[in-house]
């Protein structure tokens, strides 16, 4: 296709955000050059192409950049319309929803995790997890709304949410190996469809593995809680 003439990925391996896009490209069927960043060493690519937030995922197509990983589903969803499922969904309410529902995750249960992986004692870290469990049910909840009885959130096939949360899945995984806490298991809707998401062939092949994101893990609790650098006249 034409709109494939030259489609990058800057990312880190561990990143939910970067999988979002990893999975969305996988889904649309796109091909792509995917560049690994070094955490700590930003590359000139990247501060070029991001230089507002310098972060990870920045996808370069044509040689334009877009930041930000729902943005960049959104984008991959609209360019390649033709190609593969539809991933936000037709009518506008339901894709209201979905947003609004992507924005939770990332508002309430992104940071909830972050207080697992910062907690410094066994203690700290099980109080942190329980925290994030509670955080879930409203998703069980609105999976009985968005689902209409399928397996996603998007109906028969992965859509919107299901990237925006599904992205997370390698994490809470990691996190129930530190804590030995099962997510989960309070939560029928989403255990059935965390198995199905996690099934999917499209992300098998993008998902990494859990005991590196739990190795990982271990070094951003140290990274996470050292005191500040001192301020450079």
């Given at each position: 296709?034409?709109?494939e003439?030259?489609?990058?990925?800057?990312g880190?391996?561990?990143?939910a955000?970067?999988?979002?896009?990893?999975i969305?490209?996988?889904?649309?069927?796109?091909?792509?050059?995917?560049f690994?960043?070094?955490?700590?060493?930003?590359?000139?690519?990247l501060?070029k192409?991001?230089?507002?937030?310098?972060k990870v995922p920045?996808?370069?197509?044509?040689?334009?950049?877009?930041?930000?990983?729902?943005?960049?589903?959104?984008?991959?969803?609209?360019?390649?319309s033709?190609?593969?499922?539809?991933?936000?969904p037709?009518?506008p309410f339901d894709?209201?929803?979905?947003r609004?529902?992507?924005?939770?995750?990332d508002?309430?249960?992104?940071?909830?995790y972050?207080?697992?992986v910062?907690?410094e004692?066994?203690?700290?870290?099980?109080?942190?997890?329980?925290?994030?469990?509670?955080?879930?049910q409203?998703l069980?909840?609105?999976?009985?709304?968005?689902?209409?009885?399928k397996?996603?959130?998007?109906g028969e096939?992965?859509g919107?949410l299901?990237?925006?949360?599904?992205?997370y899945?390698?994490?809470?995984?990691?996190?129930?190996?530190?804590t030995?806490?099962?997510f989960?298991?309070?939560?029928?809707n989403?255990?059935?469809?965390?198995?199905?998401?996690?099934?999917d062939?499209?992300?098998?092949?993008?998902?990494?593995?859990?005991?590196?994101?739990?190795?990982?893990?271990?070094?951003?609790q140290?990274?996470?809680?050292?005191?500040?650098s001192?301020p450079?006249?």
């Amino acid at each position: 296709m034409a709109e494939e003439r030259e489609v990058k990925l800057l990312g880190l391996f561990a990143s939910a955000f970067v999988i979002r896009a990893k999975i969305a490209l996988g889904l649309k069927g796109v091909e792509y050059e995917y560049f690994e960043e070094t955490v700590g060493n930003k590359s000139e690519l990247l501060l070029k192409s991001n230089p507002v937030y310098k972060k990870v995922p920045v996808l370069i197509h044509n040689g334009k950049p877009i930041c930000e990983s729902l943005i960049i589903v959104q984008y991959i969803d609209d360019v390649w319309s033709g190609a593969g499922p539809s991933i936000v969904p037709s009518d506008p309410f339901d894709a209201a929803m979905v947003r609004f529902w992507s924005h939770y995750v990332d508002d309430k249960c992104f940071p909830s995790y972050l207080e697992v992986v910062k907690g410094e004692t066994r203690e700290a870290k099980i109080d942190a997890a329980r925290e994030a469990i509670a955080r879930l049910q409203p998703l069980e909840e609105a999976f009985g709304k968005q689902s209409k009885g399928k397996h996603f959130f998007g109906g028969e096939t992965i859509g919107f949410l299901d990237i925006a949360l599904g992205s997370y899945l390698v994490w809470i995984k990691a996190l129930e190996k530190i804590t030995g806490l099962e997510f989960f298991d309070r939560f029928p809707n989403l255990s059935a469809w965390a198995e199905c998401f996690w099934a999917d062939d499209v992300v098998k092949a993008v998902m990494p593995e859990v005991d590196a994101v739990v190795d990982l893990a271990k070094k951003l609790q140290a990274i996470l809680n050292s005191p500040p650098s001192p301020p450079t006249n």
